[in-house]
Structure formats: structure tokens, C-alpha cells
């Protein structure tokens, strides 16, 4: 899959910057089709990052949301001030 079709937004809320700040976590919104692995592939392409791991929820919007821990190395308050949403 396209990258640009896989991750259609980030999502910032309270509770997601506590995750970015706390467990170096990213959360976007992302094409219900999309495999874990999909997402992993489109994170890691689109912003240079190396991603650890991803989990997904499906909300009651029926919107599929991911939840993607960077590896250690890269801060996730970096690619959310890239991003604008920090």
C-alpha cells in the first residue's frame, strides 16, 4: 500500500501526548484495510524513523487508530514538532 493512502492523520489529545512524552509513542488515524505491518512500513518511510512496534484499536467512529512506539532512538516529541502538532 501507498503510504499516503495508509496514514491519513495524527491525533492529539491529551492522553496521546502523554503517551508521546512518557512511552515515545505516536497515535494516527490510518486506513481501516491496513495490516500492523502496512502501517510500520508507511510510519517508518514517511518520517525517517525506525518504528519498535505498532498497535491498533478500532474506534466507535469505525476509524481504525495506531498506535506506533519508536525504537529508542528517535523521540517522538521530535516528529511532533515536525508534524506541527506539539
Not at 518504528?51 to 476509524?63: D, G, H
Amino acid at each position: 500500500m501507498d503510504p499516503y493512502e495508509v496514514v491519513s492523520y495524527p491525533v492529539m489529545t491529551e492522553v496521546t501526548s502523554r503517551l508521546l512524552e512518557t512511552e515515545n509513542k505516536l497515535v494516527f488515524i490510518v486506513s481501516i484495510a491496513a495490516t500492523k505491518t502496512d502501517i510500520k512500513r508507511a510510519v517508518e518511510e514517511l518520517y525517517e524513523v525506525k518504528v519498535e512496534s505498532v498497535n491498533t484499536a478500532i474506534t466507535l467512529e469505525n476509524e481504525k487508530k495506531a498506535f506506533v512506539r519508536l525504537h529508542p532512538d528517535y523521540k517522538a516529541v521530535d516528529i511532533a514538532i515536525k508534524l506541527g502538532i506539539l
